[in-house]
């Protein structure tokens, strides 16, 4: 039997209060031309015993540990043999036609090596989570349209920087060509690592408004600012530096990698999470010989478009937070003079 031409793969740790959802909506797709594989993290909740048990059309690939969104997935992908991987969360819900939508891309749309989708906040499903991946310069992404309304302001397709892989289609291709997500990674911005390195590649994106999933958001690893998400963000920011950024490149782009790590570090502390950020930080520090050591020198977009590109996507994201704020009722007056100085 052929393989289906959409594999879903959902990587999952302790995720059974999720998955009944997850699975349903997939059981409600109006095509059919799909598999669907869970890879399993060395879960203790579980999760694989209730899915054979409740959801026999799905094929479960256990790891005796969790090791991380990385190896999960990158599991996955190495398990199955289809032309398109379909990443996603396990704490999503799919909209019926997403698959048949995502299908349709794939030939509207031959040029493109990956696909971001719309994603909208699974409790209330008039706010967006995310609408295809821009980023900042600092390293380290941003969903457009987080938090936003939903008043329409994203519904075309169009081209963008990247995808989130809590949700997004990929070529088999793309990963022949660039590799597969960073293990080292662990969590938090291997997506972002992934982008960079398709951006630098010469590779496309593009946004599917009709293809929508419902996202709670940090269901496994908890609230948002955390010990774990600090430590772990602030290590992986240095690390899509390391791997993605050309010597010569850096002079243009070390003011807005120092502003977003003041930033950062201001926040932190207010959420009283300094020490994560300084172990993150010792961590980076510690490895980032063996992780410049993956930098590629056979990029093929030259610097110089490298940097246009991402500051085109970090001018989207600027435009994104600042119309947040506008709806939330605040004022932009320090974003402004970011973007007046800086892009």
Not at 170 to 187: M, Q, T, V
Not at 202 to 210: D, N, Q, V
């Amino acid at each position: 039997m052929a393989d289906p031409q959409i594999t879903v793969i959902i990587p999952n740790w302790n995720g059974r209060a999720f998955l009944p959802a997850c699975l349903s909506s997939l059981t409600r797709q109006s095509v059919g031309d799909f598999a669907v594989l869970l890879v399993d993290n060395g879960s203790e909740d579980n999760s694989v015993t209730f899915v054979r048990e409740h959801f026999p059309f799905v094929r479960c690939l256990t790891l005796p540990e969790n090791r991380g969104f990385g190896a999960a997935v990158n599991a996955g992908i190495g398990a199955c043999a289809s032309p398109w991987l379909f990443l996603l969360n396990n704490d999503t819900e799919v909209e019926e036609h997403c698959l048949e939508r995502l299908l349709a891309a794939t030939k509207r749309y031959p040029e493109a090596d990956f696909f971001a989708l719309k994603m909208l906040n699974f409790h209330d499903h008039a706010i967006l989570d995310g609408a295809g991946d821009a980023a900042l310069r600092a390293g380290v992404g941003y969903r457009l349209g987080t938090m936003e309304q939903d008043r329409g302001q994203y519904d075309e397709d169009r081209p963008v920087f990247g995808a989130c892989a809590g949700a997004a289609l990929y070529s088999r291709r793309l990963f022949e060509r660039i590799g597969l997500f960073d293990e080292d990674f662990f969590a938090y911005l291997e997506d972002v690592d992934l982008n960079f390195r398709a951006c630098r590649a010469g590779l496309s994106c593009r946004y599917l408004a009709g293809a929508v999933v419902y996202h709670i958001g940090s269901a496994s690893s908890g609230a948002k600012i955390s010990p774990l998400t600090v430590r772990l963000s602030t290590r992986n920011c240095f690390f899509v530096g390391a791997k993605n950024y050309s010597l010569p490149c850096l002079p243009r782009l070390l003011p807005a990698m120092l502003i977003y790590q003041i930033t950062w570090l201001i926040l932190v502390i207010k959420k009283r999470q300094f020490i994560p950020w300084l172990q993150g930080l010792i961590k980076a520090l510690s490895a980032l010989p063996r992780m410049r050591r993956k930098f590629r020198r056979d990029a093929a977009l030259p610097d110089d478009e490298f940097v246009h590109q991402l500051t085109e996507a970090e001018h989207q994201v600027v435009a994104s937070i600042m119309a947040r704020r506008r709806q939330e009722g605040k004022g932009n007056a320090l974003l402004d003079l970011y973007q007046k100085i800086f892009l």
